[in-house]
């Protein structure tokens, strides 16, 4: 059962709009029974469920939320940058050319880096890399891990259509 009323009300809701009830990489078949599927309020590591209880994020938004939901600093540095209205432009802009240029200079590895609108696009790039330094077709991938929400890495999961 879910945690609440409220949350299986919402996710009976979602499920008659949204594959599966859930958005994208998220399997709800094999999250624990109660465990809450929709919040309200994240802040710091803390996420708010739609009755309020608090819970501690441990999965860190899935990885890549390294600062936490809500940043001062980074929420500050987003709204300068969405005041130019040069955010998610057709082209890039300066501000891409310096965030690349401080990235290769803080890794003395690398010659070069790229940037990448979603999760899945970085995995297709990673593993086209891969392939071509080792020449290699393989790749290893964990029995029901996260891998991209393209059909590719999910094969035989509920919900790929």
Known sequence: TMASTTQAALLARARLVIPNGVYGHQSVASLPAGYPQ????????H???EEGQ??????????PNILGYGDRVVEDKVEEQRKTGVDTTTG???????????VVSLNPGLAWCMFAKNGNDVTTLAVTVARAATGR????VQPKGYH???PVWTK?????L
């Open 137 to 140: 077709n393989n790749i290893l």
């Open 47 to 49: 996420l708010w469920g």
């Open 92 to 102: 890039p802009s300066k501000v891409m050319v310096e965030l690349a240029e401080k």
């Open 148 to 150: 991209g929400a393209g």
């Open 54 to 63: 608090v819970y501690t994020d441990y999965l860190c938004g899935y990885g």
């Open 38 to 45: 929709f919040y309200r309020q994240a802040q710091g590591c």
């Open 156 to 160: 035989g999961r509920p919900g790929v």
